[in-house]
């Protein structure tokens, strides 16, 4: 059975930083593109960034470039999203998803439960 | 960038047939893809590339594309049914993804 399990969510400072982890399992990690989405309290959905397999190509929404940085570690089977300059804007809940397929352009497959990120002083 | 419209809400009796619109310039060179989200719950994939229905998804959900608009089917519904849906595409490159507003469905 696929699982992601998200973690590192919590309660921060504009301006700070926070990093999430997706700790994935049933699956061959190496082999799917990775992504974050979000979801603000109460609203829709909104892409975040995607990762390949190999972790060599990154996508990021305007949103968030330059300001967030998506990783993995294949050998840990987890997916990373570091995130800097908060504000209250990036107040949602963080869910860590698995491609459809193995194109970073796939569907978003299999979701996490998320983790809940709150930026607030 | 671009946009996907859906309607808040939709409304249907049990037994009828449901029908959530998605719209925008990028569907016509993209395919679409809808999630289900109920309450306190990740989304679930329901259609892949316009219309394909994953493992494990009712055969009740069906999707269609026409041009610029692409339509979720979900007929005889049902109470479980009862969720906030959402279209999603991409840009150009395939790789940039956005998401519709999102259709609250009601079954009355």
């Known amino acids: 059975e696929v699982q992601l399990v998200e973690s590192g969510g919590g309660l921060v400072r504009p301006g700070g930083s926070l990093r999430l982890s997706c700790l994935a399992s049933?699956?061959?990690?190496?082999?799917?593109?990775m992504s974050w989405v979000r979801q603000a309290p109460g609203k829709g959905l909104e892409w975040v960034s995607v990762?390949?397999?190999?972790?060599?190509?990154?996508y990021y929404a305007d949103p968030v470039k330059g300001r967030f940085t998506i990783s993995r570690d294949n050998s840990k089977n987890t997916l990373y999203l570091q995130m800097n300059s908060l504000s209250a804007e990036d107040t949602a809940v963080y869910y860590c998803?698995?491609?459809?397929?193995?194109?970073?352009?796939?569907?978003?497959?299999?979701w996490g439960q998320g983790t809940m990120v709150t930026v607030s002083s | 960038s671009y946009e996907l419209t859906q309607p808040p809400w939709v409304s249907v009796s049990p037994g009828q047939t449901a029908r959530i619109t998605c719209s925008g310039d990028a569907l016509s060179k993209q395919f679409a893809y809808w999630y289900q989200q109920k309450p306190g719950q990740a989304p679930v994939l329901v259609i892949n590339?316009?219309?394909e229905r994953p493992s494990g998804i009712t055969e009740r959900i069906s999707g269609s594309s026409s041009g610029t608009t692409v339509t979720l089917i979900i007929s005889g519904v049902q109470a479980e049914d009862e969720a906030d849906y959402y279209c999603q595409s991409a840009d150009s490159s395939g790789i940039y993804r956005v998401f519709g507003g999102g259709t609250k469905l009601t079954v009355l």
């Open positions: 049933g699956f061959t990690f190496r082999t799917y593109a």
């Open positions: 998803v698995k491609s459809f397929g193995d194109y970073v352009g796939d569907a978003f497959g299999i």
């Open positions: 990762i390949s397999g190999s972790g060599g190509s990154t």
């Open positions: 590339k316009d219309t």
